[in-house]
Nanobody
Framework: VQLVESGGDLVQPGGSLRLSCDAS????????MSWYRRAPGKERELVAT????????NYSDAVKGRFTISRDNAKNTVYLQMNSLKPEDTAVYYC?????????WGQGTQVTVSS
């Protein structure tokens, strides 16, 4: 299993970013996918989850209404569209999948929200 995140950057408050996670090594279309983040000095937290078909999504209260998770099963990619970014969204963002009882993580991509 390999998960490769990209798209992180430095952005001003109120700006937008789209993160991507390219997945390989498993049957992507059969797995729910999640985005997590870890802010400096804090525990890693769940940001959003999408079902295998893409028909179901869930968000943390902190990002609901601002972030949108989506996926393209033809491209084995999951996305996180982040709008109205706030300084408290600054974190390393990770892609995650569970397979056969094991949790897999990418290397993460840094998002910094600052003026």
């Amino acid at each position: 299993v390999q998960l490769v995140e990209s798209g992180g950057d430095l952005v001003q408050p109120g700006g937008s970013l789209r993160l991507s996670c390219d997945a390989s090594g498993f049957t992507f279309s059969t797995k729910d996918m999640s985005w997590y983040r870890r802010a400096p000095g804090k525990e890693r937290e769940l940001v959003a989850t999408i079902t295998s078909t893409g028909l179901g999504t869930n968000y943390s209260d902190a990002v609901k209404g601002r972030f949108t998770i989506s996926r393209d099963n033809a491209k084995n990619t999951v996305y996180l569209q982040m709008n109205s970014l706030k300084p408290e969204d600054t974190a390393v963002y990770y892609c995650n999948v569970w397979r056969w009882g094991t949790s897999y993580w990418g290397q993460g991509t840094q998002v910094t929200v600052s003026s």
